[in-house]
């Protein structure tokens, strides 16, 4: 019997030592065939997933063009499966989702191959399915084995569970023509602290960030609810912010309207 060969996630000690030491800097997740549970935003053969804090920031293609940028911790999940560490295979749509806003439980499943002796019978995988686990925005399993050894951590059960929180954040994109507010009080361009990042919220509905000397960085769409926004980049991914105080807190950054 012969097997395709599967892609090896590329990691060094470097990565390892900045999670150890990440001081507030976002983790992206890198390369990973990507199932959300969500049916607005679907699946992804690759993309990546963006994690501020303790929540999914940001989720599809093209988040890897902005770690420099933003300090990110980027770990290779080249030819793994990147799924909610609590998934429902039974019931459609009845589990936790990847939604940008959400908590950051996620689950990383190395595809290995198993292993066969000389006589075609199965052998023991040498290393882990569940190859990374973040709960609450934190990575606790690494390469299989807990990112601090005094620390136990129990996998997760990937089957027919219940969500791992109870509110849902939901991305609710407008059907047919759009229903954006014209004049909405949001509207304009609004500037980080650092003048680095400006991103303008058009009366059409779409964005326009630049970042330092790169004009339109990054263009899509979005859609406000409240004091929350998300956003379609048309690169692929989403993200959101939310409206607090007078700010615009989106990706780690504060932004100020000017």
Known sequence: MTTTPRTNPCRDDDVLRDLRARNGRPLLLTGGTVITGNPLMGDWREADVLIGGTVIVGIGPGLLTAAGDDNMIVIDCAGTLVLPAAADFATPHGGATFTPGRAADIAVLRL??????????EAAPDDSRLDILVTGGQVR??????????????????????PLNATTATVAAPQGQSTH????AFLGMWVDDNDFVRQELLPDGRYDEARGDRRSAYQG??????????????????????FRDGHLHHAGYRFTRR
């Open 181 to 184: 507010d014209h004049a909405h």
């Open 221 to 242: 769409r979005y859609w406000i609810n409240g004091n929350r926004i998300d956003y379609l980049d048309d690169l692929g991914f989403w993200a959101f912010g939310e």
């Open 141 to 162: 399993l690494w390469n299989g084995r807990p990112l601090d050894a005094t620390t136990a951590v129990a996998a997760p059960e990937l089957w027919n569970v219940r």
């Open 112 to 121: 290995t191959d198993v292993p066969r002796t000389a006589d075609g019978t």
